[in-house]
């Protein structure tokens, strides 16, 4: 069983930045983590994924060169820095773990677990 903690979200101007920080209890260094976001009135899409070592990462086309995931498997962490936010960021971030083990991947379906929930709310 594994429980997913997700914080840093918030308000911030177009052009801004926000850090995203997922705390897990329960193994996960040997699995894939991701990023997920979700809009009102939306389906929840994929923000980014990375896989158990750090060393395979993926990014959703309308994010890239804007966010760069990471981990930290010491403290049972994954990050994501977003940068040059735009208001279409706008969204509930949920951070995903249990992945593809020694993999990655990006459908919702392939993830075991999920957090809460943070909001991010980027005004122009």
């Known amino acids: 069983q594994v429980q997913l903690v997700e914080s840093g979200g918030g308000l911030v101007q177009a052009g801004g930045s926000l850090r995203l920080s997922c705390a897990a209890s329960?193994?996960?260094?040997?699995?894939?983590m991701g990023w997920f976001r979700q809009a009102p009135g939306k389906e929840r899409e994929f923000v980014g994924a990375i896989s158990w070592n750090g060393e395979s990462k993926h990014y959703a086309d309308s994010v890239k060169g804007r966010f760069t995931i990471s981990r930290d498997n010491a403290k049972n962490t994954v990050y994501l820095q977003m940068n040059s936010l735009k208001p279409e960021d706008t969204a509930v971030y949920y951070c995903a773990a249990d992945g593809p083990e020694f993999g990655i991947a990006w459908p919702p379906m392939s993830y075991a677990y999920w957090g809460q929930g943070t909001q991010v709310t980027v005004s122009s």
């Open positions: 329960g193994r996960t260094s040997r699995n894939a």
